[in-house]
């Protein structure tokens, strides 16, 4: 051959021909070699040099080949009917070269000729067993008719098989360990999808999705912490474009927000995802989230089944992507093939609680594609579908099962270290729900900022035989105490907290608004009034009391602190403190100011009723003092109370407030 024509073949080698309207489009995997279609300029030409080759050297076997992989780029049906008969005349002139069969096969497989495609690749490996890309795409038109439906357990099968034997023969070709990891995924088997997992981002340290193979097994197998740590890794190696489709969280919104949500500039956009995840974190006081990994592998699971490069479709924009977003991979999959004229359903079957729920898909223009029915003879099925989709809420497999876990979680602040505010917390735990048999349990906490930033996290084990023990409400309580210090901000924030412990394992969440006071500096200041819990002879402790309830007839101990009295010419600060105790909606916190405001527009507010009223004068030669009390509460009858503090500086002239609420209920056994 000359070598101006040699050179012009190794060139068709590399490109495709130009064509306008491609149908079905040109992919990648229909080419043994890789071709870059942004390289067309010059195709025609490369196709007239190898005609022109092909009248000089017409026995050319490899010219033929060459010519049926430029005719088969084109895409259409002309050109692939040229590349049959292009490729079936290198065969006839060389029937032994096993690639020709593989090139044969895919000139089919793209005309959508699947069982003679499939013919033509196990005649490549007939004649040589070691034949990869005969494997390689053999596997991938198993693998690609199992995801049509994903309901053919043989096919999922074979394609593991095919996979496997062409990874055998070369370990580094990408879309083999990818492939070959995502179905052994769908098969459970965890360790061979994490080794091929390690594998690829050994080999491609650059793909993302050998990242989020690595992170579905983490998840699957409640690693959490390596699981976001494969996240992290994969979110920046992807696209912007990539990027954005794992972090839209517009699918979880109600759809009149979805707009707005869409309408958000890069910056709000991220501001509101961060927020949104925090707001639907089911274990707040920790870093992970076990609700948003499950989130990413729900979008890459939808990314990698169910996009149809040959039809145009992202698995995110199909039907069957936002069923899988909203309530994962579902237990059953059942497949109606129907008539066969009006297209196949499948059925994906969900159980929701003590309910099942099932959606319809069907492929309704027999391309492959199954979707909401929109024939009106299938409406009945297309209703129930949307209405599902719009209706259920999401549905998570994380965090993991815990046995139920109550907890009662109360804070009083006073002045820490310096200038420091320190929080006081205690927990009550029943004692019936805690595991004493050598178990140690967790605590994490965290608190965040007004804009839900985190501000401060802790970890704390502890022992549950090292736990104060109180009997209220006919349970033995066990206490855990803990102080948290914190710059004096005075700040909105809130705080969340959870403990795991047990066998089997048990978990109580708790979350609460949290206003951080300044108890520093020159002004007047009291501290939060602390409820605290008496021994059994009725001695009251420093222990914060989780539970403020209490019996008729009972003893309240009662205790604060105030700061920052200012002194007399006689070097004595003065005060006057006057208590209060009134009745008590028992709503606290923004829906009780919110009944309160309601009623005060209304003039319909009652005033409280004041049950208790006490005065009194005190002197200290200090500037912060603190007072402790013992309040008979005999005398109220059972229902919610708010105790009133008053501190007034007679030297300077200033007051300040607090109050708490607790309740009053009847005597065990009256």
């Known amino acids: 051959m000359p070598r101006s024509l040699l050179a012009i073949s190794i060139i068709a080698l590399f490109l495709a021909v130009s064509c306008s309207g491609m149908h079905p489009p040109t992919l990648d995997d229909d080419f043994i070699d890789t071709y870059d279609f942004e390289l067309r300029e010059c195709a025609a030409d490369t196709i007239m040099a190898l005609e022109k080759a092909l009248r000089a050297e017409a026995d050319d076997p490899e010219l033929f080949r060459m010519l049926a992989v430029c005719y088969r780029a084109a895409g259409t049906p002309e050109s692939?009917?040229?590349?049959?008969?292009?490729?079936?005349?290198?065969?006839?002139?060389?029937?032994?070269?096993p690639s020709y069969h593989v090139e044969r096969g895919l000139t089919l497989y793209a005309r959508q000729f699947t069982g003679s495609a499939c013919r033509s690749l196990e005649r490549a490996i007939d004649l040589d067993p070691g034949c990869f890309q005969a494997w390689y795409h053999r596997g991938r038109i198993e693998k690609d008719l199992y995801l049509k439906n994903m309901c053919s357990d043989r096919r999922l099968d074979d394609a593991i098989k095919y996979y496997r034997r062409a990874n055998n023969i070369y370990g580094r070709h990408e879309e083999t360990l990818f492939d070959l990891g995502l179905l052994n995924y769908l098969k459970e088997r965890f360790d061979v999808c994490a080794g091929c997992a390690r594998t690829g981002a050994e080999y491609y340290p650059e793909s993302y999705r050998f990242r989020l193979l690595s992170a579905c097994v983490a998840l699957h197998r409640t690693r959490f912490e390596t699981a976001g740590?494969?996240?992290?890794?994969?979110?920046?190696?992807?696209?912007?474009?990539?990027?954005?489709?794992?972090?839209?969280?517009?699918?979880?919104?109600?759809?009149?927000?979805?707009?707005a949500y869409q309408n958000f500039d890069e910056r709000n956009r991220a501001d509101f995802n961060r927020k949104f995840w925090i707001m639907n974190d089911p274990t707040p006081a920790?870093?992970?989230?076990?609700?948003?990994?499950?989130?990413?592998?729900?979008?890459?699971?939808t990314e990698s089944l169910l996009t149809?490069?040959?039809?145009g479709l992202d698995g995110i924009e199909t039907a069957r992507g936002r069923a899988l977003v909203s309530y994962g991979?579902?237990?059953?999959?059942?497949?109606?093939?129907?008539?066969?004229?009006?297209?196949?359903?499948?059925?994906?079957?969900?159980?929701h609680g003590d309910k099942m729920f099932l959606l319809f898909f069907q492929d309704e223009f027999l391309s492959g594609n199954y979707h909401i029915p929109i024939d009106p003879r299938f409406h009945d099925y297309a209703m129930i579908t949307e209405g599902i989709l719009q209706n259920i809420k999401q549905m998570y497999t994380f965090p993991i099962e815990y046995g139920y876990m109550p907890v009662s979680v109360e804070n009083v602040q006073f002045r820490g270290t310096g200038d420091e505010t320190r929080v006081d917390l205690a927990l009550?735990?029943?004692?019936?729900?805690?595991d004493f048999r050598d178990a140690e349990y967790e605590l994490d906490f965290t608190l965040?900022?007004?804009?839900?930033?985190?501000?401060?996290?802790?970890?704390?084990?502890?022992?549950?035989?090292?736990?104060?023990?109180?009997?209220?409400t006919s349970v033995v309580w066990c206490v855990f105490p803990f102080s948290i210090e914190l710059p004096p901000l005075q700040l909105e924030s809130s705080f969340a907290l959870e403990i795991i412990g047990g066998r089997p394992p048990g978990r109580a969440v708790y979350r609460s608004p949290l206003t951080i006071l300044d108890l520093s500096g020159g002004h007047l200041s009291l501290s939060g009034i602390r409820f605290s819990l008496q021994d059994e002879d009725g001695t009251c402790t420093a222990l914060v009391d989780p539970l403020p309830s209490y019996e008729t007839g009972s003893s309240l101990c009662i205790s604060y602190e105030i700061y920052n009295l200012k002194r007399n010419e006689e070097n004595l600060?003065?005060?006057?403190?006057?208590?209060?105790?009134?009745?008590?909606?028992?709503?606290?916190?923004?829906?009780?100011?919110?009944?309160?405001?309601?009623?005060?527009?209304?003039?319909?507010?009652?005033?409280?009723?004041?049950?208790?009223?006490?005065?009194?004068?005190?002197?200290?030669?200090?500037?912060?003092?603190?007072?402790?009390m013992m309040l008979d509460a005999s005398s109220l009858e059972p229902g919610m109370y708010m105790f009133m503090l008053e501190i007034e500086d007679l030297v300077a002239g200033f007051r300040v407030f607090g109050k708490r609420s607790f309740k009053i209920i009847p005597r065990t056994g009256s």
């Open 229 to 259: 740590a494969e996240f992290e890794s994969a979110l920046a190696l992807m696209d912007g474009e990539t990027r954005y489709m794992y972090e839209d969280v517009s699918l979880l919104l109600p759809i009149d927000e979805r707009d």
């Open 308 to 311: 149809n490069e040959r039809l």
């Open 80 to 97: 692939r009917l040229r590349s049959m008969n292009a490729i079936d005349r290198a065969i006839e002139l060389d029937p032994d070269n």
């Open 573 to 628: 600060a003065r005060y006057r403190l006057t208590w209060s105790v009134t009745s008590s909606s028992g709503r606290d916190g923004p829906s009780g100011t919110w009944a309160w405001i309601t009623a005060s527009v209304r003039d319909s507010r009652p005033e409280p009723h004041v049950y208790i009223l006490s005065s009194i004068e005190q002197s200290t030669d200090a500037t912060a003092t603190s007072d402790a």
């Open 329 to 351: 991979l579902p237990p059953s999959i059942l497949l109606d093939i129907g008539s066969g004229l009006d297209g196949s359903f499948v059925v994906w079957t969900y159980i």
């Open 286 to 301: 920790t870093a992970l989230n076990e609700r948003r990994f499950e989130h990413y592998i729900r979008i890459f699971l």
């Open 428 to 434: 009550a735990i029943p004692d019936s729900t805690l």
């Open 448 to 472: 965040f900022d007004n804009d839900w930033k985190i501000f401060l996290t802790e970890k704390i084990f502890f022992d549950p035989d090292t736990l104060h023990r109180f009997e209220k």
